[in-house]
Nanobody, 120 residues
Framework: QVQLVESGGALVHPGGSLRLSCVAS????????MSWYRQAPGKERELVAL????????NYADSVKGRFTISRDNARNTMYLQMNSLKSEDPAVYYC?????????????WGQGTQVTVSS
């Protein structure tokens, strides 16, 4: 049974930092591209960042480039999202996603999400 368990969401001030984690189980983690998506109230779910199966390549939404960093530890079956310089437009539920192939965005499994709130 595939499980994706996110953690690390919290309330932070603008300009603050958070690190999200996603622990995966039930599949060969090292064989698939992984992504972070987010969804804010009233908005569509959007792709934030993607990392290929080896971790060698990453892609980011323009809105987070230079502020967020996606990474993975295949030995620990864990993916991370380091979020720096958080802005008022970043609050959302952040989802860990397993894609259906090693290199591109093709969501197959979703975690339950973790809430990120940015407020002064």
């Amino acid at each position: 049974q595939v499980q994706l368990v996110e953690s690390g969401g919290a309330l932070v001030h603008p300009g603050g930092s958070l690190r999200l984690s996603c622990v995966a189980s039930g599949f060969t983690f090292s064989g698939y591209a992984m992504s972070w998506y987010r969804q804010a109230p009233g908005k569509e779910r959007e792709l934030v960042a993607l990392i290929t199966f080896t971790g060698r390549n990453t892609n980011y939404a323009d809105s987070v480039k230079g502020r967020f960093t996606i990474s993975r530890d295949n030995a620990r079956n864990t993916m991370y999202l380091q979020m720096n310089s958080l802005k008022s437009e970043d609050p959302a539920v952040y989802y860990c996603v397993c894609n259906s192939n090693p290199i591109s965005d093709s969501p197959r499994y979703w975690g339950q999400g973790t809430q990120v709130t940015v407020s002064s």
